[in-house]
């Protein structure tokens, strides 16, 4: 158990939690919401609505719906590592943003059909961009799921259901910071619209090992 009874997560250099499932970071209503890390970033929703599924979600609609987490040196990252993680439900068949950020610097997170789209891009265009998949998962088959995208070196590695599925050469890719917004549900507001449920959204300014990645997916999964 954590300090609070919780489940027991991973929490080195977390550096924004959010979860619509704890009352203290999501009450159930409103715009507002609390980082559960302590770098307390600000996190705002817009349009999306709260849903019981999942024991707390929130739920896109594929129109105008996203969460902003605003720019913060905490999870900007320039060539260093870093983890996206997310709890996501849906049935879309075509990209839709888990976690993404887009600027000058970019980095892709996204449900596509069965499998996930991932990369990352720097201010001078040099890009990874490549779509992990893992057999026998269906991830748009309107059940919850488990994802992660971790970059270190050279290499961004992509999990799901807490089993390591690809990993991409980034080897010409270099910083990632854009000064921009990082979005949840979207890659940018009107882009890859999220259709379907959020429940937790974390980032770390690290690289999660996959035993890390695995321990995060067990610790949570019986909730869904």
Same mark, same amino acid.
């Given at each position: 158990?954590?300090?609070?009874?919780?489940?027991?997560?991973a929490? &080195?250099?977390?550096?924004? =939690?959010?979860?619509?499932? $704890?009352?203290?970071?999501?009450?159930?209503?409103?715009?507002?919401?609390?980082?559960?890390? &302590?770098?307390?970033?600000?996190?705002?929703?817009?349009?999306?609505?709260?849903?019981?599924? #999942?024991?707390?979600?929130?739920?896109?609609?594929?129109?105008?719906?996203?969460?902003?987490?605003?720019?913060?040196?905490?999870?900007?990252f320039?060539?260093?590592?870093?983890?996206?993680?997310?709890?996501?439900?849906? $049935?879309?068949?075509?990209?839709?943003?888990?976690?993404? &950020?887009?600027?000058? #610097?970019?980095?892709? !997170?996204?449900? =596509?059909?069965?499998?996930?789209?991932?990369?990352?891009?720097?201010?001078?265009n040099? @890009?990874?961009?490549?779509?992990?998949?893992?057999?026998?998962?269906?991830? =748009?088959? $309107? @059940?919850? *799921? *488990?994802?992660?995208?971790?970059?270190?070196?050279? %290499?961004? %590695?992509v999990?799901?259901? #807490?089993?390591?599925?690809?990993?991409?050469?980034?080897s010409?890719?270099?910083?990632?910071?854009?000064? #921009? =917004?990082? *979005?949840?549900g979207?890659?940018?507001?009107?882009?890859?619209? !999220?259709?379907?449920?959020?429940a937790?959204?974390?980032?770390?300014?690290r690289?999660?090992?996959?035993?890390?990645?695995?321990?995060?997916?067990? @610790?949570? &999964?019986?909730? !869904?």
């Open positions: 158990m954590g300090a609070s009874g919780g489940p027991v997560i929490s &080195k250099n977390l550096t924004m =939690n959010f979860d619509a499932g $704890d009352k203290i970071s999501y009450p159930g209503s409103g715009t507002s919401c609390i980082d559960l890390s &302590k770098e307390k970033n600000t996190v705002a929703i817009t349009n999306a609505t709260f849903s019981t599924d #999942g024991q707390g979600s929130i739920s896109f609609d594929g129109s105008g719906d996203y969460i902003t987490v605003t720019s913060d040196s905490s999870i900007n320039g060539s260093g590592e870093f983890t996206y993680e997310v709890w996501y439900k849906t $049935d879309a068949s075509s990209e839709r943003g888990l976690i993404c &950020k887009y600027g000058s #610097g970019d980095i892709w !997170f996204a449900t =596509n059909g069965s499998g996930l789209r991932c990369g990352i891009r720097d201010s001078s040099n @890009e990874l961009n490549f779509y992990p998949g893992l057999s026998g998962v269906t991830c =748009n088959d $309107d @059940e919850w *799921h *488990h994802s992660a995208m971790a970059r270190s070196g050279q %290499y961004v %590695y999990y799901i259901d #807490g089993q390591h599925c690809s990993t991409g050469d980034d010409s890719v270099g910083s990632t910071d854009s000064g #921009g =917004n990082t *979005h949840i979207v890659i940018t507001p009107g882009a890859w619209e !999220f259709d379907g449920e959020i937790i959204a974390r980032i770390y300014n690289c999660l090992s996959a035993a890390e990645v695995l321990q995060n997916y067990n @610790e949570i &999964k019986g909730r !869904f």
